[in-house]
C-alpha cells in the first residue's frame, strides 16, 4: 500500500520564509483597473458616480450590474474615447469617456457594479474589484 510522503516538519518554517522571499522579491505590483468607491451607502434618489480607471491603455470598457443571485448584464460599454453604447440594462444609467483610462458611470439603483477593460470585445480581460451600492439607510456593509 503507497502512502504519501509528506515533507519533514522542519521545513515548514523554511517553505514559508522562502514564499515571503519571493512575494517581497516580485516589487510593487499596479492594479491594471481600479473602480472606486469600493462601498456605497446613500440615500434613496440620491445618484452616486462610480470610477473606472485602467493603466492597460485598452480601447474597450464596459460597466456591469449584477442583482442577487443573477447573473452579470452589461449595462453600456465604450470601444473608444468619446463613444459609448448602451448594453442590456442602459435605463437610468449615465457613462462618459472623455479618454482612454477613465469610463465614469452616474446611478442610482442599488446593486453591485463591475467595470471592465479589453484589448478587442470579446473576451473581457481584465475586470475590477466590483462596488456594492446600497440605496436606504436600513442597509449597513462594513469592510
Given at each position: 500500500m503507497l502512502r504519501p510522503v509528506l515533507p519533514d516538519p522542519a521545513w515548514g518554517p523554511r517553505l514559508l520564509c522562502c514564499f515571503t522571499l519571493c512575494l517581497l522579491g516580485a516589487g510593487h505590483m499596479e492594479a491594471g483597473i481600479t473602480q472606486n468607491p469600493r462601498h456605497v451607502i446613500t440615500e434613496t434618489g440620491e445618484k452616486v458616480t462610480?470610477?473606472?480607471?485602467?493603466?492597460?491603455?485598452y480601447d474597450y470598457m464596459y460597466w456591469y450590474r449584477q442583482d442577487?443571485?443573477?447573473?452579470?448584464?452589461?449595462?453600456h460599454y465604450s470601444?473608444?474615447?468619446?463613444?459609448t453604447e448602451k448594453g442590456e440594462v442602459p435605463n437610468g444609467y449615465k457613462v462618459s469617456r472623455s479618454n482612454t483610462e477613465d469610463f465614469p458611470l452616474t446611478l442610482e439603483d442599488s446593486a453591485v457594479y463591475l467595470c471592465a477593460s479589453s484589448l478587442a470585445t470579446a473576451p473581457v480581460s481584465h475586470v475590477g474589484l466590483g462596488t456594492q451600492l446600497t440605496f436606504g439607510i436600513e442597509s449597513f456593509h462594513f469592510e
Open positions: 462610480l470610477r473606472c480607471h485602467q493603466t492597460y491603455n442577487p443571485g443573477q447573473g452579470l448584464q452589461l449595462i470601444y473608444t474615447v468619446n463613444n
